[in-house]
């Protein structure tokens, strides 16, 4: 799976925690990051960097685990690649129509929160409004920055969602369209409010790896004899940025344990081990799954 940096954490630990046989491969590639300010196409070539990349590690299906990357490259990339991909925006919308339909008095929009490039391709907004749902779509560039930067739970991350919320009409429901907005679920929640549901795909994107993986007759059985590894034990990092600074930011947002090495995209399979192979550290805090998209 992979993701501009380390927002997809929030999907490798519900994939982590669906699939307990499987292995991992999450490449952040955070000499790149943010992809949610570039256009489209550049975003589309970095996608195929990653995955000629990952195919050359033999992996057996690739997550995009990234709503910009998502929108830039599927279905496109899933076509002409020899693996199953898939990506986080089909089980967003998913949820977020059940929710809706769940709710026959609402005459309340669905609302869409994402990066710029996410926002601006209506990925969201199209196939609710394909479903008959009426939408409301906001960009929240700052977003990402705030998280990476460990304010989520901060006053200026509460001053910066009320400001891109201040001007929101009634919604019954909204899509975090960015793997790393989960982590400002409690201010998001604090600014629209208990009858607003919040929908993380998280658990959804794992739900729907769990079955494709299934009914494709790929899913990893447990092995005989012996206890399962230890999710340390099944996940490799592949950073395209420091990855010193990946691992440390990795450990404050709960990342799971694992040998991390950087790596030159272009060369697919040839990695370049940092000056030796680091390892998260101890989660400081956990990564938030939302129970509201299973």
């Known amino acids: 799976m992979f993701d501009s940096g380390l927002g997809g954490l929030t ?7 669906a699939l307990p046989h499987e292995r991992f491969v999450y490449l952040g590639d955070t000499a790149r990051v943010p992809y949610g300010s570039k256009p489209l196409a550049m975003v589309r070539g970095f996608a195929d960097e990653i995955s000629a990349e990952l195919l050359g590690r033999e992996v057996k299906a690739i997550v995009i685990a990234c709503n910009t990357a998502s929108a830039a490259s599927l279905p496109e990339l899933a076509e002409r690649c020899p693996v199953p991909v898939w990506g986080v925006v089909e089980p967003g919308v998913a949820a977020a129509l059940r929710t809706h339909a769940a709710d026959d008095s609402t005459e309340a929009r669905i609302g869409v929160l994402g990066t710029v490039a996410t926002i601006a391709a209506r990925v969201y907004q199209d196939r609710l409004e394909a479903a008959g749902a009426t939408t409301w779509a ?7 920055p705030l998280v990476e930067e460990g304010l989520q739970d901060s006053d200026i991350a509460r ?14 429901a909204v899509i975090l369209g960015c793997t790393h907005y989960p982590l400002l679920k409690p201010a998001l929640a604090l600014a629209l409010g208990v009858d607003v549901t919040l929908i993380d795909s998280s658990e959804a994107v794992a739900a729907h790896v769990v079955g494709q993986l299934r009914s494709l007759a790929l899913l990893a059985l447990p092995a005989s004899g012996g206890p399962a590894a230890a999710p ?16 440390h930011t990795a450990g ?3 990342g799971p344990a694992a040998p991390a090495t950087h790596v030159d995209l272009g060369r697919p399979g040839q990695a370049r081990p940092a000056s030796v192979t680091r390892r998260v550290p101890a989660p400081t805090r956990a990564v938030n799954i939302s129970p509201e998209a299973a």
């Not at 009320?162 to 929101?168: E, F, G, I, T, V």
Request: with cysteine; glycine share 6%.
């Open 138 to 144: 906001r960009a929240c560039p700052l977003f990402v």
């Open 252 to 254: 404050r947002l709960g």
């Open 159 to 172: 001053l910066v969602v009320a400001h891109y919320l201040s001007d929101r009409p009634a919604l019954a």
């Open 232 to 247: 340390g034990e099944r996940l490799e990092y592949l950073v395209t940025g420091d990855v010193d600074v990946f691992l």
């Open 11 to 17: 999907v490798l630990a519900a994939l982590m925690a």
